[in-house]
């Protein structure tokens, strides 16, 4: 269950911190900003989809 929540937290709540607080904090171009958007929704995804799977075969 936790890494159901770490993986919660990579695909909603990181991505928005990014999106408001890169512009304010950086002068990152939207360009990097998206991927780093991106990256953490990804990595949010397969933290899930890793859990939910692993968790089948055992």
Request: include cysteine; charge should be positive.
């Amino acid at each position: 269950m936790l890494w159901l929540a770490v993986g919660l937290i990579f695909l909603i709540t990181v991505p928005e911190v990014l999106r408001v607080g890169l512009p304010t904090a950086t002068n990152i171009g939207n360009v990097g900003r998206s991927v780093l958007v991106s990256g953490c929704e990804l990595l949010g995804l397969g933290t899930i989809l890793w859990t939910v799977y692993r968790g089948g075969m055992q």
